[in-house]
């Protein structure tokens, strides 16, 4: 059975670092992401990665201060987050597509595959 675990949210100062990883399980998977969704707003996308790691897109609100990356060896997917602001404060979500697309999707509905979220708290 696929399975995605994210880690390493918490609470940070704006200004500080995170790094959050998604680990997978129980299946192949190509294009992942990274969404985040914010106490009364839906879900935003963050970050996306091809399946073998070499193309990636942003949001733009995290752009230059994020970077998305994996090792398939390790099925493992992270998400680097510099110069947090308190507009970050999310939980960040793992997703993943568990077939081929040549294309980058930003629109949460075509990640069929998700973990449970892990919460990213940034304190002005």
């Known amino acids: 059975q696929e399975q995605l675990v994210e880690s390493g949210g918490g609470l940070v100062q704006a200004g500080g670092s995170l790094r959050l990883s998604c680990v997978t399980s129980?299946?192949?998977?190509?294009?992942m992401g990274w969404f985040r969704q914010a106490p009364g707003k839906e879900r935003e996308f963050v970050a996306t990665?091809?399946?073998?790691?070499?193309?990636?897109n942003y949001a733009r609100s995290v752009k230059g201060r994020a970077t998305i990356s994996r090792d398939n060896a390790k099925r493992t997917m992270w998400l680097q987050m510099n110069g947090l602001k308190p507009e970050d404060t999310a939980i960040y979500y793992c997703?993943?597509?568990?077939?081929?697309?040549?294309?980058?999707?930003?629109?949460?509905?075509?990640?069929?595959?998700w973990g449970q979220g892990t919460e990213v708290t940034v304190s002005s």
């Open positions: 997703a993943a597509q568990s077939y081929y697309s040549g294309y980058l999707s930003v629109t949460s509905h075509d990640y069929r595959h």
């Open positions: 129980g299946g192949t998977f190509y294009n």
């Open positions: 990665i091809n399946g073998h790691g070499t193309e990636t």
